[in-house]
T-cell receptor, first 115, second 115 residues
Framework: AQSVTQLGSHVSVSEGALVLLRCNYS??????LFWYVQYPNQGLQLLLK??????LVKGINGFEAEFKKSETSFHLTKPSAHMSDAAEYFC?????????????FGTGTKLQVIP | EPEVTQTPSHQVTQMGQEVILRCVPI?????FYWYRQILGQKVEFLVS????????KSEIFDDQFSVERPDGSNFTLKIRSTKLEDSAMYFC?????????????FGPGTRLTVL
């Protein structure tokens, strides 16, 4: 089964600083990778996804992620953090083990943005 | 923009009672999912549903759980006899095609508290 590992359960950055949230995957086949964001008391919202079309994926709210096969990584970045980016971020991998899509999530990283 | 809705937003029940969590997926989607998130833990896959059948289920989804699409719009998760450890946030999701590249759209969740 495929899996993702998120390094760092909590990350703090200053407003305007670079955001880097780490995700590594484990997969025997080319993975399909996603980043979701969860704002307090809300559901999961898709930020971006990698479907093998391009290694650098741009998402909503200025986020992007780069798929690096050699490092088995799919880290999420944003050049300049905004207060509204404070949320929990989940990396996820999608597979079809029995012919139907199954998404497996990482443990999540809570992003704190300090004014 | 179409969205997945869930009711109720919060359900409190006594241990041993039956609960039904309700979801209205996006109208033209064909694949439906339930996930749960125990407080402080990661989002876990429970079950996927397509063509009025369970297509995939996790080890968590035991005989106490069942899913149903009683009409053309609702998708429900029933827990027959709730246990304390069933306390969690339950998310419903839907997708159009079920392919690994497909985006699953999540509802806002139902927080289930078992006393």
């Amino acid at each position: 089964a495929q899996s993702v590992t998120q390094l760092g359960s909590h990350v703090s950055v200053s407003e305007g600083a670079l955001v880097l949230l780490r995700c590594n995957y484990s997969s025997s086949v080319p993975p399909y990778l996603f980043w979701y964001v969860q704002y307090p008391n809300q559901g999961l919202q898709l930020l971006l996804k990698y479907t093998s079309a391009a290694t650098l994926v741009k998402g909503i709210n200025g986020f992007e992620a780069e798929f690096k096969k050699s490092e088995t990584s799919f880290h999420l970045t944003k050049p300049s953090a905004h207060m509204s980016d404070a949320a929990e971020y989940f990396c996820a991998v999608s597979e079809v083990p029995g012919g139907y899509q199954k998404v497996t999530f990482g443990t999540g990283t809570k992003l704190q943005v300090i004014p | 923009e179409p969205e997945v809705t869930q009711t109720p937003s919060h359900q409190v029940t006594q241990m041993g009672q039956e609960v039904i969590l309700r979801c209205v997926p996006i109208s033209n989607h064909l694949y439906f999912y339930w996930y749960r998130q125990i407080l402080g833990q990661k989002v876990e896959f429970l079950v996927s549903f397509y063509n009025n059948e369970i297509s995939e289920k996790s080890e968590i989804f035991d005989d106490q759980f069942s899913v149903e699409r009683p009409d053309g719009s609702n998708f429900t998760l029933k827990i027959r006899s709730t246990k304390l450890e069933d306390s969690a946030m339950y998310f419903c999701a839907s997708s159009a095609s079920g392919k690994p590249t497909d985006t699953q759209y999540f509802g806002p969740g139902t927080r289930l508290t078992v006393l």
